[in-house]
């Protein structure tokens, strides 16, 4: 005999852990010796602790509404699946997305897109949230009746679910560099330097943000039947992975100044004041070739 019904699967706060090593390649970082006309600027990569080692999202949700089918194999024993629609929010501190950028440059702004620079600060003290677009999902799963007496009844299930949501909007909110991309694109298995088009509409070689959701789920629960009603009480173990391809996404730039500004970044003078155009440093005091990245993430 076959079934058919709503299948509707909402999670909300599900722990999710990032899935990285413990080193991340980017430039050496700032120093007491780095004063102004006598920092180097950086253009080799170094391996630095990575931030993102460790970090847990802030908040994961994922909502799914689906159609459900199942099949009854033989007595006590069902194999089932879902048709539908997913959507997702993840939201973390931005060490878990390794939000970094250039601090401190004294390159002047003519010689810049020339210079090859890396970045060298890790900015870690902000927010990373993203929204996913409603994109198809589908699972498969088995349920079987272990064991029977009257009423009761001991039962297991297996289910293994699967999505590819493309990012919809990205919101990085950060004092240093705030910005919001909508379908955001960016670079899989390239190492920094980005090309200096990175974040601008003439960047090339990028790819659309997306996420492949894995799941899978297995439980055991022991209900008891009351006419019309079905109280049950289980366990469920579940595993999800998280994997965007480690996609490196660049902040939203202007190609060539308009009015001295290419970004919106502000200026961060701690100490001094800042330097006049035309000059050494002239960039020392903004955050340049800022980036972050969508690293794998996974359950405890």
């Known amino acids: 005999s076959m079934r058919v019904g709503y299948y509707g699967d909402f999670v909300f706060d599900r722990v999710l852990k990032t899935d990285v090593n413990k080193e991340f390649q980017m430039g050496a970082a700032p120093t007491t010796s780095d004063v102004e006309g006598l920092q180097n600027d950086p253009t080799t990569n170094v391996a630095r602790p990575n931030p ?54 004294k390159t002047q702004y003519s010689k810049f897109n020339t210079a090859n620079l890396v970045p060298n600060t890790a900015l870690d003290r902000a927010v990373v949230e993203l929204y996913t677009d409603t994109t198809f999902a589908w699972s498969v799963g088995a349920r079987a009746a272990l064991w029977e007496c009257g009423c009761a009844t001991l039962g297991a299930s297996f289910q293994y679910a699967q999505s590819k949501p493309k990012v919809e909007e990205l919101n990085v909110l950060c004092n240093a560099s705030e910005f919001t991309i909508n379908k955001p694109k960016g670079y899989v298995g390239v190492e920094f330097p980005l090309d200096i088009t990175a974040g601008t509409e003439a960047a090339t070689g990028t790819k659309d943000a997306s996420i492949d959701y894995h799941e899978w789920q297995a439980s055991l629960a022991l209900s008891y039947r009351l006419n019309m009603f079905t109280p049950y009480i289980g366990v469920k173990w579940s595993r999800v992975s998280f994997d965007a391809d480690t996609i490196r996404i660049a902040q939203p730039k202007l190609a060539e100044a308009i009015l001295d500004v290419t970004t919106l970044n502000p200026t961060i003078a701690g100490k001094g004041a800042v330097v006049s155009s035309g000059s050494d440093n002239e960039l020392a005091d903004t955050m340049q070739i800022v980036s972050l990245q969508l690293n794998k993430l996974k359950s405890r």
Not at 61 to 75: G, P, R
Not at 90 to 103: E, K, M, T
Request: proline share 0%; glycine share 12%; hydrophobic share 45%.
């Open 52 to 105: 993102a080692y460790g970090k847990h999202m802030q908040d994961a949700e994922m909502f799914t509404n689906a159609a459900y089918m199942a099949l009854n194999i033989w007595d006590r024993f069902d194999v089932f699946c879902t048709l539908g629609a997913t959507t997702g929010y993840l939201r973390g501190n931005s060490a878990s997305f390794n939000l970094v950028g250039l601090f401190g440059t």
